[in-house]
C-alpha cells in the first residue's frame, strides 16, 4: 500500500501539471483571450495616464504646503483638517447643495414634462424643437455666462419684461442681489441642463414599446395615467443617468460662476471648485487646493454611487 | 550676473506711435523682434519678464523662486533713481527672501502710472449749478458736494456710477475716502507688514463708516453688485451719474463717451492735506534669471519706460507715463489731466499702493467684506476686525 501510495502521488501530481498547462493554453467556451488587453491597452494608458495619474498626484499633494514654485513641505493631514473647519468651504458645500436642486431636479422634471408632451402625440417640427431645447447644452459655459450676464442686468431683458406685464416691484439686479445671486446662476444651469436631459428621455422613450401605450389606452388611462404607469417606469435607467450627470455638473460648476460672479456678492455665491481654483491659482496654495479637490470628488463619488443605489440599479447588474 | 554695462538700443517705431507699448505685440515688432532676438538666442521673451497686470504678489514668488535679477546696478548705472519716489520704488522692492515687501532690492521697474481718480461729468456739474474750474479742495468740501448733489438729482439717477461685479471696484472706490481719513504712509505700511500696522484703527473704521454712508445715502447705482467695472466706465461714457471714481486706465472709454464733457481731478484730501489715492503702476517689467545677456534686457527696460518713443506709445494708449518729469501729451487737455493727477499723487508720496496686496486672500476678503458692509449686513468695526484677522493670519508665516 505504501508502495502504491508512492507511485500515485507522483502521478496525481503529473496529471496536475497537464491539467494546468491545460488550463493556461485552452479558455472555458466563451472567455475572452488575454489579446482583448491590447483592445483595451490605448484606451487603458490614456485613461491612466491622463485621469488616474493626476487623481492620485492631487492626493498626494493634498498632503503638501506647497506654493507651486518652491520645493513643498510635507504636513500630513493638516489642509484636510484645515477644509473641515473653514467656514467658507462648508459655505461652499451648502451653495453646491442648493445648486443641485436647479441642475439636477429641476431639468429631470422640466426634462419629463417635455417628453410628456413631445411624445405622446405626433409634433410637428418635431426635430426642430428638439434642437433647439437641446441648443443651450452645446454652447460653451463662457459664451453661457456672459449672455445670461446681459439678460440679468438691471437694464436688461428680463427686468424689461418684469415691468412691461406690471412686475417691475420684482425688478431687481438679479446677480448683484444678496438674495436672488445664487438661484439666479442656478437658473442658468436649469437652462444649460434641461435640454441634456430631455434628449436622454426622448430616446428611452422610443425604446418603450407602444404595445404598452395601447394596452394603457385600451384601459382607459388618460395622459397623466399613461405618464406614471408606462413613460416614467419605463425611463428609470435614463432617469438615473440623468440624475447622475446633472449632479456631478452641479457640484463642479466653475464656469457660469467665474463668469459671472465669483463667489460674490458677499460670499453668497462661493462653491467647492471656485474655492478651489482661488487657493490653487490666486492664493499660491496648490496643497490646500488638492485637499479641497479630493473632498470635492469623493463627495461627488459618494452622491453618484447614492443615487445608483437607492434607483436600485446596482442589483440589475 | 554679467558686468554692468550701459547699451543702447535704438529702436524706430515705424507706425509713428499706432502700436501698443508693452505685453506682446513689441515682442512681434519685425524691428524690435531683430534686436532683441540678437539678445537672446532664447528669443526676446526669455530677457524681460512682466509680472501679473494688477497683481505684485507675483513678484514674492518670482523672487522667492530666484527667477529674476535684482535690477539695482542698472539703476545706478543708468541713474533710474529719478524715475519714481520712493513711496513708488517701494512697490519694486522685496528682500531676497521674497518675504518683505518695500525694503531689500529693487527687482522691477514699471512703464505706466495707475491712479484711481475722479472723473466728473461737467455737463452735469454745470446743470446743478457747479463750475468745474472751481472743484472743492478738501474731502470734507467733496463730501458735502455729493449730499447737495443727491438732493437735487431724480431719486432714480445715481450720483456715482459704480461698478463692483468683480469685486475691485470696491477695494479702488474706498481707496479714495480711506486717503482723506488715514495716513497714506501708514497704509503702504499696513501693506507692507510693516510691525503694528492695523486695518483696526478709529481713522480707518470712521473711513468705513463714510463709505456705508455713500452706499445708504444711495449715491450709488442700486445693481453697483451685478455691473462689471469696464461697464461702470461705459455707462458714465453713457451720461449715467455726475461722478465716477476709479483707474486711469479706463479713461479713454470715458473719453469716448463723454467726448469734451469730463474732467479728471483726484480727490481731495483730508485734514492731512497730502494730494493721496489708491494706486499703483502697471505690472512691473523684471530681467530673467536664466538670461545670458542681463546688459541688453536692461537697455531695453531703459528704452521702453523712459524713452521719449515710448512715452508718445504710452500716451497713445491713453496710458500715462510713470516716470516723474515725464513730458505732457501735446494737444490733449484731458489726457493732461489724467496725466497732472498722476503726477500730483506719486510727487506728493500719496500713492497708497493697493490693499488687496496685503496678503494673498485679502482681494476676495476686502471685495466680500467690503459688499456686506454697502449692503448693510456688516458694521464697519467688524468689517476692520476680519480684514485684520486676514493680515495677521498671513503676518506669521512672514516670521
Known sequence: MAVSADAAAPAAAADAEVEKARRATQRAPGEPRNVAWLYILPGLAFYLLFTLAPLAHTVELSLFDWDGLTPGRYIGFANYREAFSDPLVRESFRHSAELIVFYALIPVVLGLLLTALLTRHPVRGFTFYRTALFLPQMLAGVVVAQAWVWIYASDGPLNELLRTIGLGSLARPWLGDFSWALPAIGGIGTWVTYGLCMVLFIAGAQNIPTSLYDAARVDGAGPLREFFAVTLPGLKNEIVVAFVLTTINALRSFDLIYNTNQGGPGTTTYVPSLYMYQNAFVYNRVGYAAAIAVILAATIFALAFLVIYLTGRGEER | MSLVSRVRVTVQDRDQGRRPVGGKNLVNDPVLGRVLSLAGTHGAVEEVKTGDADDVSPD????????????????????????????????????????????????????????????????????????????????????????????????????????????????????????????????????????GSSYDTPENIQALKTYQEWASNGYFNSDYNAKKYDQSAADFGKGQGVFWMGGDWDSSIIKAGLGDNVMVMNIPPGASGTWASIGATSGP???????????????????????????????????????????????????????????????????????????????????????????????????????????????????
Not at chain 2, 111 to 128: D, I, M, P, R, S
Request: glycine share 8%; no cysteine.
Open chain 2, 60 to 195: 514674492a514668488a518670482l523672487v522667492k523662486a530666484r527667477l529674476i535679477i535684482p535690477l539695482d546696478p542698472y539703476i545706478k548705472a543708468y541713474g533710474w533713481d529719478d524715475w519714481y519716489s520712493d513711496s513708488t520704488w517701494s512697490i519694486f522692492r522685496w528682500t531676497d527672501d521674497g518675504k518683505t515687501f518695500g525694503q531689500g532690492p529693487k527687482w522691477g521697474v514699471a512703464q505706466t502710472g495707475q491712479n484711481v481718480a475722479v472723473f466728473a461729468n461737467t455737463e452735469k456739474l454745470k446743470a446743478l449749478g457747479y463750475d468745474p474750474a472751481n472743484m472743492p479742495t478738501t474731502f470734507d468740501d467733496f463730501n458735502a458736494m455729493l449730499a447737495d448733489i443727491r438732493q437735487k438729482l431724480p431719486k432714480n439717477e445715481p450720483v456715482i456710477q459704480f461698478g463692483n461685479n468683480e469685486g475691485y471696484g470696491t477695494i479702488h472706490m474706498y481707496g479714495g475716502i480711506q486717503a482723506a481719513y488715514v495716513d497714506p504712509q501708514s497704509v503702504r505700511d499696513w501693506i507692507q507688514h510693516v510691525p
Open chain 2, 285 to 399: 517689467w523684471h530681467i530673467s534669471a536664466k538670461t545670458k545677456y542681463p546688459d541688453v534686457a536692461a537697455a531695453w527696460l531703459d528704452y521702453v519706460i523712459a524713452s521719449p518713443e515710448a512715452q508718445k506709445l504710452m500716451y497713445a494708449q491713453q496710458q500715462i507715463p510713470a516716470i516723474a518729469g515725464a513730458e505732457t501729451p501735446s494737444g490733449d487737455p484731458y489726457l493732461g489731466q489724467v496725466a497732472a493727477a498722476w503726477q500730483q499723487v506719486a510727487g506728493d508720496d500719496g500713492l497708497m499702493l493697493y490693499t488687496d496686496w496685503a496678503s494673498p486672500t485679502m482681494y476676495n476678503t476686502l471685495a466680500s467684506h467690503f459688499q456686506n458692509l454697502l449692503a448693510g449686513k456688516e458694521s464697519p468695526e467688524d468689517m476692520a476686525k476680519a480684514v485684520q484677522a486676514d493680515w495677521e493670519k498671513f503676518d506669521k508665516t512672514l516670521k
